[in-house]
């Protein structure tokens, strides 16, 4: 059955540091990746995507991902962090050409220190 | 502006109820879905649709029901047979572009059973 696994389910920084979140997917074809935010009181908004291409995709407020085929890894990054970007994260699989689903990892909350 | 709202955003009811939560969207999309989220456990797809007047389980169905009459409304009823009922609901919309992966959500609604 097709997984999705993040590995930190809570971190904490202070602001002007540098994030990095895993998100590792267990696939065996061609999927479609995505990273979701969930600001507290907020919807669940598309922070950003990969479906082919580019290996290293950018999204919204300075966010990036990198697909690495060969690990099955689908990371965030960002390299400064602000208070503001404190939410929850949650990195998403799809097989293309199916309509059944997104499967979501369990999420990774995100605390930024002032 | 287009969007999916869910209503209500919170809810209260007593065990042995039914109780239904409501989604619509003007997206104009196909494609409808419901997610339960609990804390630790990411999303979890509880229904699926992909066009009117038909609907798919999604993984954790048991003790849901949905109607798909109209595209642009996907209910969700919450039935005395479902065993832990207090979560938050999600509602999600898309288009079959990319194998319909690229997904809307709504607000949510949180139900509470007392």
């Known amino acids: ?38 600001y507290p009181g907020q919807h669940l908004q598309l922070l950003l995507k990969y479906f ?12 990036e991902a990198e697909f690495i085929k060969s690990k099955f890894s689908f990371n965030l990054r960002k390299p400064s962090v602000q208070w503001s970007d404190t939410a929850e994260y949650f990195c998403a699989a799809g097989i293309t050409g199916s ?7 369990s999420g990774t909350q995100l605390t930024v220190l002032p | 502006d287009g969007g999916i709202t869910q209503s209500p955003k919170y809810l209260f009811r007593k065990e042995g109820q039914n109780v239904t939560l409501s989604c619509e969207q003007n997206l104009n999309h196909d494609a409808m879905y419901w997610y339960r989220q609990d804390p630790g456990q ?3 797809l509880i229904y699926y649709s992909q066009i009117v007047n038909d609907f798919q389980k999604g993984d954790i169905a ?36 990319q194998g319909y992966n690229e997904q809307f959500f709504g607000p949510g609604t949180r139900l509470t059973v007392l």
């Not at chain 1, 082919?52 to 950018?58: C, M, N, R, Y």
């Not at chain 1, 309509?99 to 990892?105: D, H, K, V």
Request: aromatic share 12%; proline share 4%; net charge positive.
């Open chain 1, 99 to 105: 309509a059944r689903q997104l499967t979501f990892g």
């Open chain 2, 42 to 44: 990411g999303l979890r």
């Open chain 2, 62 to 97: 048991e003790g849901y029901s949905v109607s798909r009459e109209k595209k642009e409304s996907f209910p969700l009823t919450v039935t005395s047979a479902q065993k832990n009922p207090t979560a938050f609901y999600l509602c999600a919309s898309s288009i079959p572009g």
């Open chain 1, 1 to 38: 059955a097709q997984s999705v696994s993040q590995h930190n389910h809570h971190v904490i920084l202070s602001e002007a540091a540098s994030l990095e979140l895993g998100c590792n997917y267990s696939y065996g074809g061609t999927v479609n990746l995505f990273w979701y935010v969930q």
């Open chain 1, 52 to 63: 082919s291409g580019d290996p290293l995709v950018k999204g919204i407020k300075g966010f």
